[in-house]
Each structure stands twice: as structure tokens, then as C-alpha cells.
């Protein structure tokens, strides 16, 4: 949520002659029934509407996903991977931390 508020920001700055279609995004971010993606869709629209690669581009790769690409660090989560290790028997199992 914290990316479309972002997000958000930059179109509304970038299209501020544009304010018709800038609060039906600002809408559907509060509405549950509008889909993301619809959201995205509209983020990239605006972007290039107002010559912003920026917004265009990050909207884009939101939708289509970061083949190839690092990914950002909001969408990096840390997690620990613990795995029980047992011999054939199932006797003496051992937790490890991956």
C-alpha cells in the first residue's frame, strides 16, 4: 500500500491539468471493488500522458512483474528457513537454520 500512496504522489504531481482522470485513480485506490492491476493500468496511462518514464516505468513493471530485474527493496522480505533433519529411520531429528 505504501508503493500506490508513492505512486500516487508522483502521478498527481506530474498531472495536475489532468484532474478528472487523477481522482477516479485517487478513488480506486480507496475503493476495494476496483482490481489493482485496473490501478496500475491507469498509473501508466497518466505517466506517459504527462512524460513521466519514471511513473510509466515503475507502474509498468508493478503489472507485468520484474522479469530479469532486481527487485526493489519494499518487495524484498527477510525470512528465515528452518528445516528438521532426520536420518532414513526418523530417529534423532535435528532443527537447522538455512
Known amino acids: ?8 504522489c508522483l502521478v498527481v504531481r506530474w ?3 489532468r484532474l478528472a482522470y487523477s481522482m477516479s485513480l485517487r478513488l480506486g485506490v480507496l ?3 476496483v482490481s489493482l492491476s485496473s490501478i496500475l493500468r491507469k498509473c501508466v496511462v497518466l505517466g506517459g500522458r504527462a512524460g513521466s518514464e519514471k511513473v510509466r516505468d515503475r507502474a509498468s513493471l508493478e503489472l507485468k512483474g520484474y522479469r ?6 519494499y518487495r524484498q ?3 528465515s528457513l528452518f528445516v528438521k533433519v532426520t536420518n532414513s529411520a526418523r530417529y534423532n531429528p535435528v ?3 538455512l
Open 68 to 73: 530479469g530485474r532486481e527487485l526493489p527493496e
Open 31 to 33: 475503493d476495494d471493488r
Open 15 to 17: 498531472c495536475r491539468r
Open 1 to 8: 500500500m505504501l508503493f500506490l500512496t508513492m505512486l500516487l
Open 77 to 79: 522480505i527477510p525470512a
Open 95 to 97: 532443527k537447522q537454520r
